[in-house]
């Protein structure tokens, strides 16, 4: 038998920069993951985007301290993750969505947002070969950007390892034992582990994972399809959203990547619920169409690779934070609805703060996701 | 222009229309159609790039699609030299950094999707994917085959040597040239086969279809009930430092530039590895009147057959066992190697280095299968065969039996009551074998009548002379009792027709008379335009490469159906059964420099060549990141680039090995699309994507 502080079950985006930052506080932690390393869940199949415009406080609150995180990654670190500020940019065609859009202006910049309405011309400034007709112009956020999600977790499960976590791959948890309102002991196929904390980062698997403590929890997978194209000198600067949605598809995203590539993904219609993972042949006929239609100028661009990733998905599109009725010591940080990768620093680092000193100042995280919400509508710029 | 107009094998090319290009600015000319690739070699460019990362000159690898080293600019747009044809008036660039996405900002007019149906798809046109397709057709099945490339044969269309086997069953003795054509013919007459050449299969999706690039131009989608993977196999990299330089390429694409394409991309090359890709590829050399240093061969043993290696000695190329490149190098492209005897620890012994002046470097160190579509139509669980390299690296006699053999093991999958003749089993098997055991022959004394000399030694499937002999007197000896047997003259009627010498595959067999006491007239054949008249000398070789005597030559007469020379020598009755070559090669060309010049720092050797990884980057992340899961290594981007880590994967073992990792409890990278890389134009079926990149300037 193995006793932690803290043993956090799943090493990807939200795992892995807990443990570290559980890790520098000299927190004894253990993480586990069934998978033969990190990130090799949903991790791997994120595109990279980082940003704090939400409609929601409190996942505004965590975004931005992970956009604080990425943007002094390397100076704090000395590893590159691949950041680029180049901002998200939500752009509007038709009236309706232009008004949508200005209302939601005035929430997010009472949420402290930097975030702006841009004209059409400086739209197609950011983004030269943007369609421009009937382009009307679109919400700008200039702090968001995007990175690596493979070198940014291997940063992390590096800096973890320094800092004396330990990883154990390759073993999967079997059962839980409770007692007194507590987690006592946590079986893997291998192991026995005992902790004060147990948190459940388990992604697409954690509602199975809730469920041996006892505690059922909305996450259901549904399933995304993603690429990357080849390489070519930097020619756009944002994050492109287009949240129109047409008869085969919703919303669909692309950005340039620090290294050249465009990295691109698209909602499908109907969704894809479930947990199957392999591609399917009608995703790039229909987001390459849309994003030609959108974007003319990535025509001669080729398309290098495609994988297909989940979303943990709640029913209100926000995440699950916080403590199971069943047991006040098993920490909920799931259901992340496919933003793991952008909320994992931020919330690993205020998630540490709150394990070690039991801060105060983030209860209102807690309260907003807290797993016994209500689940009434759904987040506006999921 | 460094073409080559006269071959002694392969007819000239004809009907090709001359066009115009430009490299750089500089006015070149090409042929309409043919690869670009082999258009910059005919002009003496072998340099097509600067790498993004630091600048490094970038030539060809692969020159089969596989990797994307060759990439260049194409009117301002990236593409694969050695599969985009050439057309009058490119421009070509080199690319120097990222390219900048050109400002073609018409809006689309996508044509929508496409697409196709049919029971089985088979992917590759090689021997083995033909033969599975011709066998499916047979039995009532509808197929679609579709091949990367524009010409069927796969990589027969590269075999300008007479084939090995039984002549009955796959044409043995035959130029795999011509195997191609007739197998390709029988193809194009059957109703049920749609034949996709010129079109890769890019991915395979979960709703149990395939992407095609039909053209390179189109997106198409193959809807099938099963599939065939015959996908063959790709060339291995190996890890010296300089590996990456221009000029160090594989023998298989030294093969495409100088028998398919007829270009003649070096003056003097060093061959990497003794298998028989690696013979031949000297042999093809010395044909196209290129000069080989010598073979170096890290194992203490020649790795292919006897006969090749022997044939290959006796024109005059050193074979070097227990040999390893230690380094390439050279100002922008390969201008000298180095080589070293190994311990028995296969580490160089660096005080036996010694250098040589070429100007390239092939590597033929194995084949990796490409069986990446078979691995994920099991993990998918769609009914899949594969065949030949795909499934088992092997001579393409044994894939045309390998081939049809899987279409019945397919059909069973899809219920058919069918049983494959048990002797094609036993045929693929003995095909595919590897030598079997070395006897020595009696001593052969010259008589009054004609009769054979047999060079072979090692027991190899083959046996056209006994098949090409008038009288029959030709047998195998059957002492295993299979193809392996070595041929024997039973019996006293030899007719001196010399149909067994221009036969044998392997060059190795003679025919030989007494003149009187003292000399002796000797048939030999020889494959290459013999540019002596009778009453000329040459130096005749022992089987294994030795000098033995300068003989006159008596008459000569060309073989039409095997395209073979048989040259008649007045050789001395003591040595006329010891002749059996000719010396092709002026031994000056195999001399090694004075003294060695290189500076050998083994990690950095390239691993990863789309990214530029090194061997000594990838060690390091491994152990510090206690890495043992080869996506891991994505983060240094190893396995990053356009070629889908086709590659550098079969590099990672050894990788971790060094690092202090067992490779067998690595975890594996997943297979995923797309494995060619595709415009999104042709994604969406955009017709002005149809007809290649030269469509509109900046807009």
């Known amino acids: ?382 | 222009m460094r073409r080559i107009t006269q071959h002694p094998i392969v007819p000239p090319l004809s009907g090709r229309t001359e066009v115009s290009f430009s490299f750089d600015g500089a006015e070149m000319r090409g042929f309409e159609g043919e690869m670009i690739a082999s258009a910059l070699f005919a002009n003496g460019i072998t340099r097509f790039s600067k790498h993004a990362k630091d600048g490094a000159p970038q030539g060809i690898f692969c020159a089969n699609g596989q990797c994307s080293q060759c990439t260049v600019l194409v009117d301002g747009i990236p593409k694969k030299a050695c599969i985009t044809a050439l057309r009058a008036g490119l421009d070509l660039r080199t690319m120097d950094g990222l390219p900048v996405l050109p400002a073609l900002d018409a809006a689309p007019a996508p044509a929508g999707k496409r697409l196709l149906s049919a029971d089985v798809l088979v992917i590759g046109g090689g021997p083995s994917g033909l033969g599975a397709a011709s066998e499916l057709a047979t039995q009532g099945f509808s197929v679609i085959l579709a091949d990367d490339k524009a010409g069927l044969g796969g990589k027969l269309v590269l075999q300008t040597h007479k084939f090995f086997g039984s002549e009955e069953d796959c044409y043995a003795g035959t130029r795999g040239i011509d195997i191609a054509a007739k197998l390709e013919a029988d193809l194009r007459s059957r109703p049920t086969v749609t034949i996709l050449a010129n079109s890769p299969v890019v991915g395979l999706y979960k709703d149990r279809r395939a992407g095609v690039f039909q053209d390179y131009s189109s997106y198409l989608l193959v809807a099938f009930k099963a599939l065939v993977v015959a996908a063959g196999a790709r060339e291995r990299s190996i890890v010296f430092p300089g590996n990456d330089l221009p000029g160090v390429y594989g023998a298989g694409a030294f093969q495409t530039l100088v028998n398919r394409d007829r270009v003649r991309p070096a003056g003097r090359v060093l061959i990497v590895g003794s298998g028989n890709v690696g013979l031949i590829a000297a042999y093809h050399a010395l044909q196209a009147g290129i000069e080989v240093a010598g073979i170096v061969e890290i194992l203490d043993k020649v790795n292919g057959y006897k006969v090749h290696a022997d044939k290959i000695r006796r024109m005059g190329v050193p074979i070097h066992l227990s040999t390893t490149v230690v380094s390439v190098e050279g100002e922008g492209r390969v201008e000298r190697a180095t080589v070293a005897r190994v311990g028995a620890d296969f580490k160089p012994l660096l005080d036996t280095a010694r250098g040589y002046e070429v100007d390239t470097v092939l590597v033929a160190a194995g084949l990796s299968p490409c069986d990446e579509f078979y691995r994920q139509a099991r993990d998918y669980g769609f009914l899949a065969v594969k065949a030949g390299d795909a499934e088992e690296i092997a001579e393409a006699s044994s894939a045309l039996f390998g081939g049809r053999i899987a279409a019945f093991a397919l059909a069973k999958l899809l219920g058919r009551k069918v049983e494959v003749d048990e002797s094609w089993i036993a045929k693929r098997e003995v095909l595919k074998s590897k030598p079997g055991d070395k006897i020595p022959r009696e001593p052969v004394v010259p008589g009054e009548k004609w009769r054979p000399v047999f060079f072979c030694e090692e027991e190899i499937p083959c046996n056209p002379c006994t098949t090409v002999c008038p009288s029959g007197s030709i047998k195998l000896r059957p002492r295993r009792g299979d193809l392996l047997d070595l041929p024997y003259f039973q019996g006293d009627d030899c007719r001196g027709c010399t149909a067994c010498v221009a036969a044998c595959p392997g060059l190795a067999i003679s025919l030989l008379r007494r003149i009187d006491e003292a000399w002796s007239e000797v048939a030999l054949p020889y494959e290459f335009e013999p540019g002596f008249e009778p009453g000329d000398r040459r130096d005749l070789l022992s089987m294994d490469g030795a000098f033995v005597e300068a003989a006159e030559l008596l008459k000569k007469t060309f073989n039409r159906r095997y395209k073979t020379w048989i040259l008649h020598f007045k050789v001395s009755s003591a040595n006329a059964a010891k002749v059996i070559g000719i010396r092709v090669q002026d031994p000056a060309a195999a001399r090694s420099l004075p003294s060695p010049q290189f500076s050998c720092a083994a990690e950095d050797a390239i691993v990863c060549r789309c990214e530029r990884v090194t061997f000594g980057e990838l060690v390091r992340f491994i152990r510090e990141n206690k890495v043992t899961d080869v996506n891991q290594l994505k983060a240094i981007r190893a396995g990053m680039g356009a070629c889908g880590s086709k590659t550098c994967s079969a590099l990672y073992p050894s990788v971790f090995r060094a690092a202090g990792v067992d490779p067998a409890s690595v975890t594996l990278g997943t297979l995923r699309p797309l494995t060619v890389e595709v415009p999104m134009e042709a994604l969406v079926n955009e017709p002005a994507a149809v007809g290649g990149p030269s469509r509109g300037g900046p807009a």
């Open chain 1, 1 to 382: 038998m193995k006793k932690f502080d803290v043993l956090i079950i799943g090493a990807g985006s939200i795992g892995v920069p807990l443990a570290y930052y559980c890790a520098a506080r000299s927190l004894k932690v253990g993480v586990l993951e069934r998978e033969a390393s990190w990130g090799r869940g949903q991790n791997r199949a994120a595109i990279g985007g980082i940003r704090a415009t939400h409609s929601d406080p409190a996942k505004i609150k965590i975004c931005q301290e992970s956009l604080r995180i990425a943007a002094a990654f390397r100076e704090e670190h000395g590893i590159d993750i691949e950041w680029r500020q180049g901002g998200y940019l939500f752009v509007a065609y038709d009236e309706e969505r232009e008004r949508s859009f200005r209302d939601l202006l005035a929430v997010q910049k009472a949420a402290g947002l930097d975030i702006d309405w841009i004209d059409a011309d400086r739209v197609a400034e950011l983004s030269p070969g943007i369609a421009r007709e009937g382009l009307r112009g679109g919400t700008f956020s200039p702090g968001d950007g995007f990175a690596s999600p493979l070198t940014t977790n291997t940063a992390f499960h590096r800096l973890a390892l320094e800092a004396g976590a330990e990883f154990l791959f390759g073993e999967t948890v079997t059962g839980m034992e409770l007692a007194g309102g507590k987690v006592r002991r946590v079986r893997t196929d291998k192991e026995v582990y005992e902790a004060a904390v147990f948190v459940n980062a388990a992604g697409a698997h954690a509602a199975e994972i809730a469920s041996m403590a006892g505690a059922e929890i909305p996450v259901h997978p549904d399933s995304h399809e993603g690429g990357v194209t080849e390489p070519v000198a930097p020619f756009m600067q944002p994050m492109l959203v287009d949240i129109r949605s047409d008869e085969e598809s919703g919303n669909y995203y692309f950005y340039q990547a620090s290294t050249g590539q465009v990295v691109f993904c698209i909602t499908p219609k109907p969704q894809a619920w479930g947990a199957e993972t392999v591609n399917t042949s009608g995703f790039l006929p229909l987001c390459v169409r849309r994003m030609l239609e959108l974007y003319p100028r990535l025509r001669s661009l080729k398309v290098r690779r495609t994988w297909r990733g989940l979303y943990p998905m709640t029913p209100d599109g926000l995440p699950l934070v916080g403590y199971t009725r069943e047991a006040d010591n098993f920490l909920l940080a799931a259901g992340m609805c496919g933003q793991g990768f952008m909320i994992g620093p931020g919330l690993g680092r205020i998630l540490a703060q709150v394990i070690a000193e039991g801060a105060k100042e983030y209860d209102f995280i807690f309260e907003e996701l807290t797993p016994y919400r209500k689940f009434e509508g759904m987040e506006l710029l999921k």
